[in-house]
């Protein structure tokens, strides 16, 4: 049976900048931004630049303007200057650590994780007591999907320096994605204590109290995210889908509402507005924002996979069959397209090519569920009895005492010669769900 799910950052790793001795010949400005922090990006390369250029600055001083002109690259994600110039930095001082954690934030930002490992090693040998490559070189393990390795580096970079504040933030997101949603908030706390003022924080810690299905401070924490940052459209986006899982529908299309102002053309919101429409039954205003996903990104499987199911509800069969047919050719892979073309085959009386569907996407997709109770489904209908009863078999391995499938396997066994273990099965089903059986009459399947 279909699946329409809403269904989703990291910190950047820090940097840092050399102190010099100002040589004569730049302004006191330019060396100001070169040499200090506190800077944009476009201050620090014009100021480094300058020096660089002034024919006057020597030795280490002009090594340090070449890494910190490194750094407004990377930060302005001109990544191949900053390598250029970190580069520079060694050749005239290849022992100095901080050299090469620039260079390798340069890579870790053009996307080269193998040379940004080797940089930070590097760093690391030169100097074993600098917090940061220990940081950065753990980010290279979570991209790498090492999560059990980075652990051990951002442990480190808080030994070495327990105001890090991009560590704690790295690690809560590292424990995050290990689902470990009560360390990440722990981390994620001592991050806001050191930056009260980084909205990203809040929304970050939010995601983990969604997660462990707590909204209300989900709710709480992307508030205060948007009143740090208010036109911040991914907690715009994340407050939204907690109003929707508490049910605040309005509240929900209010928050989905004001994202749109801020960036009109923001396809998961249209997207999720739709699901939120969808679960009111509105459904010409669903299709209609569906359509506007679809408008921006027409290849967006979500969008055509949740239209479809709005269709369907409308009993615009073949809007719907259109629909999800598309998603299978834009991605063969996805499973939950497969099981929503053969669903809505099977609901129009489809039903050789409802099962041809469950069985190429049953090919990419092994052990997908829903699948598997669609298939059963339509083994029902086509009176493939065994098949039928061996395919809800798997299925409520997988989900025990799901009524739909108790009540399509007792109809199969029933049907099969077997009425005690079909007469167990329906009233299994009925004592879960009362309604199942008018289900399965809408479907076109009675006792």
Known sequence: MPTFAVRVSSASAALVMLAAIPALGQTQQQKDWCYKNGFTDDQTIAGCTAIIQGGVTKGADLASAYSNRAYGYTHAREYDKAIADSNMAIKMNPNESN????????????????HAFEDYERAIKLNPKGALPYNNRALVYKRRGELDRAMPDFDRALELDRNYAEAWENRGETWSTKKEYDKAIADYEQAIKLKPSRAELYKLRGQAWAAKRDYDKAVADYDRAIKLKPDYVEAWLSLGIAHHNLKQYELAIQDYDKLLQYQPNYVAAFN??????????????AIADYDEA???????????????????????????????????????????????????????????????????????????????????????KLKLYEASIADYDERLKLQPGRAASLYGRGLAKRANGNPVGG?????????????????????????
């Open 272 to 285: 999720n507005r739709g699901n939120v429409y969808r679960d009111l039954k509105q459904w010409d205003k």
């Open 294 to 380: 679809l408008r921006i990104n027409p290849d967006y499987t979500l969008g055509l996979r949740n239209r479809a199911y709005a269709r369907e509800a409308k009993e615009d069969w073949d809007g719907a069959i259109a629909d999800v047919e598309k998603v299978t050719i834009i991605d063969p892979s996805d499973g939950n397209g497969w099981n929503s073309l053969c669903w809505v085959r099977a609901i129009k009386g489809k039903l050789q090519p409802a099962l041809v569907a469950c069985n190429a996407g049953l090919r990419v997709a092994p052990n997908h569920a829903e699948m598997l109770d669609s298939r059963a489904f339509v083994e029902l």
């Open 423 to 447: 007469d167990a099965d329906i009233e299994a089903a009925l004592k879960a769900s009362p309604e199942i059986a008018k289900d399965f009459e809408k479907w076109g399947v009675t006792p």
């Open 99 to 114: 050299y090469y954690n620039t260079r390798g934030n340069a890579y870790l930002g053009k996307g080269d994780n193998d």
